[in-house]
């Protein structure tokens, strides 16, 4: 069973300090990786994608993937009261000849300390 | 604009009364998934198709049905709901291509009594 573990949090920062959200997966075949963010009550909505070792910037959004610690974080600059949100991260594997298999971790809630 | 749309979004209905929620992509994509998000248990797929009639079950299908008989269309069916589907469910589509991301419907909240 692949598996995507984030820590449920809340995750309490600053406005205007960096917020760093953590998730590991257990499929060492995964090839692609994603960051959603999800408002209560609203549907996931894409933020980051990355398929390749290092970082990846967007904006105030950075994402980072090492495959070998298999490990995927995204650091969010000058936080705003906007991030309050759950972030998902989503894996896709590459087990079983299927490459369409995304799996979600239970996402980190993030929340601004004003 | 390009969108995955569901109907409908919310709906209240009682055990047994056969239902189906509808979904629908402009995308052109092969790719459409149904899941199902509940409080703790975070987004779980209830079925997959990776193109116009080949479904795959997903990781909880157990009182689920679906079918994919057009390629924009990718209806979620349930044929006696019961309590314990009651949840938030989402449609997702993609391109054949199983690294790009899914563009995720408005969600449908389904309540049954």
């Known amino acids: 069973q692949k598996e995507v573990e984030q820590n449920s949090g809340p995750l309490s920062v600053p406005e205007g300090a960096i917020a760093s959200l953590n998730c590991t997966y257990s499929?060492?075949?995964?090839?692609?990786f994603f960051w959603y963010r999800q408002y209560s009550g609203k549907s996931p909505e894409l933020i980051m994608s990355?398929?390749?070792?290092g970082d990846k910037e967007d904006g105030r959004f950075t994402a980072q993937l090492n495959k070998a610690s298999q490990y995927v974080s995204l650091l969010i600059r000058d936080s705003q009261p906007s991030d309050s949100a759950t972030y998902l991260c989503?894996?896709?594997?590459?087990?079983?000849?299927?490459?369409?298999?995304?799996?979600f971790g239970k996402g980190t809630l993030l929340t601004m300390n004003p | 604009e390009a969108q995955v749309t569901q109907n409908p979004r919310y709906l209240i209905t009682v055990t047994g009364k056969k239902l189906t929620v509808t979904c629908s992509q402009n995308?052109?994509?092969?790719?459409m998934s149904w899941y199902r998000q509940d409080p703790g248990l975070g987004l779980r797929q209830i079925y997959y198709?990776?193109?116009?009639?080949?479904?795959d079950k997903g990781d909880v299908p157990e009182g689920y049905k679906v079918s994919r008989k057009e390629k924009r269309n990718f209806p979620l069916i349930l044929e006696s709901p019961s309590p314990n589907q009651t949840s938030l469910y989402f449609c997702?589509?993609?391109?054949?291509?199983?690294?790009?991301?899914?563009?995720f419907g408005d969600g449908t909240r389904l309540s049954i009594l």
């Open positions: 990355i398929y390749s070792n």
């Open positions: 499929d060492r075949g995964s090839q692609s």
């Open positions: 198709s990776m193109n116009v009639e080949v479904t």
């Open positions: 989503a894996v896709n594997g590459n087990s079983g000849g299927s490459n369409y298999k995304l799996t």
């Open positions: 995308m052109n994509h092969e790719y």
């Open positions: 997702a589509s993609s391109s054949r291509d199983g690294n790009q991301p899914q563009h």
